[in-house]
């Protein structure tokens, strides 16, 4: 099951993340998300568990309960949807 963790502290590494969740069970993945030019965390992740009865458990003992002083936010992941293409141009329309 992928899990979405957001609320994080900035300092938040994968190694958190990891030691957090397997308290819960077996991690198959850690990701932060970070802006693509600065490499600052953006305050949210993604952990993936393979056993769906383990991540329940995890998103049950996590959901608002504090790492590095922030209280996280952790639920099911939701697919991600395909967003609207704007072109990206920004040039005027003659």
Known sequence: MNIYV???PY???DADLRETF???GQVDSVQLISDKFTGQSKGFGFVEMANNAQADAAIKGLNGSAMKGRNITVNQARPRTDRPSHGGGGGRRY
Do not use: E
């Open 22 to 24: 397997s308290q819960y």
């Open 6 to 8: 957001g609320n994080l």
């Open 11 to 13: 300092t938040a590494t």
